[in-house]
């Protein structure tokens, strides 16, 4: 349980709060509004990084808008993510691309193939003005081996 708190703590905590307001609304109103890119890489051994993306995507489609995904090497297996994002209808544009993982395909032609057709749906809907974001899931897989052009993409 909390322990009282004397008037004068609670002066000192609504004036300290008071002066982090200031300091918060003067930063968001010097921000412009205007449209710029910004791009999140998750990396990193193990599981996580596609759940963390697909984060990202929920929260934009909380916010009503559109949202583009790739899967660069997952291929036909059943997701229950793929089944949950399916819910929202044409708010996602959603494509398996991959044949799957490269030590299970064992056919580097069809590998690169399959990733530059990736790749090049990316740049589609990357080029879409009513997608707002757009999930590359597993792109740094087809970059580490080289089956696309690191320079290309960036």
């Not at 990396?43 to 993306?53: N, R």
């Not at 808008?65 to 996602?92: C, L, T």
């Amino acid at each position: 349980m909390m322990s009282d708190i004397d008037e004068k703590e609670a002066e000192r905590h609504r004036a300290k709060m008071a002066k982090r307001k200031a300091v918060q609304d003067a930063e968001v109103a010097s921000k412009t509004v205007t449209e710029k890119g910004l791009l999140i890489v998750n990396t990193g051994p193990g599981k996580g990084k596609t759940t963390a993306a697909f984060g990202l995507a929920l929260r934009m489609l909380g916010y009503g808008k559109r949202v583009g995904v790739v899967q660069f090497v997952k291929g036909a297996w059943h997701s229950g993510e793929k089944d949950a994002f399916a819910a929202f209808g044409d708010r996602v544009s959603w494509h398996t691309m991959g044949e799957g993982f490269t030590w299970e395909t064992q056919d580097l032609r069809r590998d690169i193939a399959a990733a530059q057709a990736a790749w090049a749906k990316a740049k589609e809907l990357l080029a879409d003005p009513a997608i707002s974001l757009v999930l590359l899931d597993e792109i740094n897989i087809a970059l580490r081996y080289d089956y696309l052009e690191l320079d290309s993409v960036v």
